[in-house]
């Protein structure tokens, strides 16, 4: 294994030390593992929180700002973060408004968010939690009862985000994160395994031959291995599938995402693939994001992430936004 750490037991706290040093427009509580805005909540504004598993970069620490996310929760790699943290970070966005949690459907997620949920609510903080579950790759995995949350949380987290920041309610803001959630569909796939710090061996074997097709952003497996194919093919199975799921004509957002290992040049080559088969079926690419913004440490592959939009979800996903990783309108 080869990896840019000092020590596998202290890679996520060294981390948050980084992300404090480079960006001061968040606050870093690196003992809690909590990252806020700068300057604390904002009075009757709906606060947002989310969080997982660290590995999964820049999601959730690199959307806090300003259009998107009040505060992220970072676990330990591939690790659920624990109910404390989502308390203090639910603590921290407190503006008098209510408490939004955008939560992926994984057990250990979903289960500690509850707990915080409540532990809020027993300090009269109102909390609402909206879970993510877009992938139509498996029904059940290894880590969920239902579909697992992907990459639909990033498109949740900015709308939502955008109508949090007008001063919309929190019915409002949790009514537009379940439309998204509802209107939204991914797909992903792997060439490569990822290794995680304190295992120091690939989470799977695959051959170099091999894909696996369906997999999930911890390296669960997907809906079957096959023999690795052009671009155009792989991009068909991913969106086969989502279009078994999802109407995909009209206006759509598409993210096509890289799990941490694939070079822009291929994920703007299979981006361009996804949009021609998109086209070729009565769809139009109307809003689009290529890059990395959900991944798996190291691990190479894509996913393909559709929402069917409305003029409502285009204009909240055109809203001012500025967070370390995703930026415009301001």
């Known amino acids: ?13 060294e981390a948050l030390e980084g992300v404090a040093a480079a960006h001061p427009s ?6 809690n593992k909590v990252i806020t805005r700068a300057g604390g909540p904002t009075p009757g504004k709906v606060g947002l929180v989310s969080g997982g598993g660290s590995g ?53 997620d979903v ?58 309610d929190l019915t409002a803001v949790a009514a537009v994160a379940r439309e998204v959630n509802e209107r939204s569909r991914s797909f992903g796939v792997a060439l490569s395994s990822c290794i995680v710090p304190a295992a120091g061996k690939p989470t799977f074997e695959l051959g170099e031959a091999e894909a696996e097709l369906g997999i999930g952003i911890h390296g669960e497996p997907g809906r079957t291995r096959a023999a690795h194919a052009r671009a155009e093919e792989l991009a068909a199975v991913a969106l086969d599938a989502i279009s078994a799921d999802l109407g995909i004509q ?37 809003r689009n994001l290529v890059g990395n913004y959900i991944t798996s440490l190291e691990m190479q592959g894509f996913s393909v992430t559709v929402c069917r939009l409305t003029d409502t979800l285009a204009r909240l996903w055109d809203a001012p936004v500025d967070t370390p990783a995703l930026r415009w309108g301001r």
């Open 250 to 286: 009209g206006d759509l957002l598409v993210m096509v995402n890289g799990m941490g290992g694939t070079p822009l040049i291929e994920l703007y080559l299979m981006f361009n693939e996804v949009r021609k088969y998109l086209e070729a079926r009565g769809g139009h690419v109307a």
């Open 56 to 108: 999964h970069e820049p999601l959730h620490g690199g959307f806090v700002g300003y259009g998107m996310l009040d505060a992220a929760c970072p676990g330990e790699v591939f690790t659920s973060p624990v109910p404390d943290q989502m308390l203090i970070a639910t603590q921290a966005v407190d503006g008098g408004a209510g408490v939004l949690h955008v939560v992926k459907n994984y057990t250990g």
């Open 1 to 13: 294994m080869k990896k840019l750490i000092n020590s596998p037991d202290t890679v996520v706290t």
């Open 26 to 31: 968040l606050a870093v509580d690196v003992e």
């Open 111 to 168: 289960l500690n968010f509850q707990m915080a949920a409540e532990m809020a609510g027993d300090e009269g903080i109102e909390v609402v939690p909206v879970v993510v579950n877009d992938d139509v790759a498996v029904e059940d995995s290894l880590y969920t009862a239902g579909r697992r949350g992907t990459g639909a949380t990033v498109f949740v987290e900015k709308i939502a985000g955008a109508l949090a920041e007008e001063g919309a």
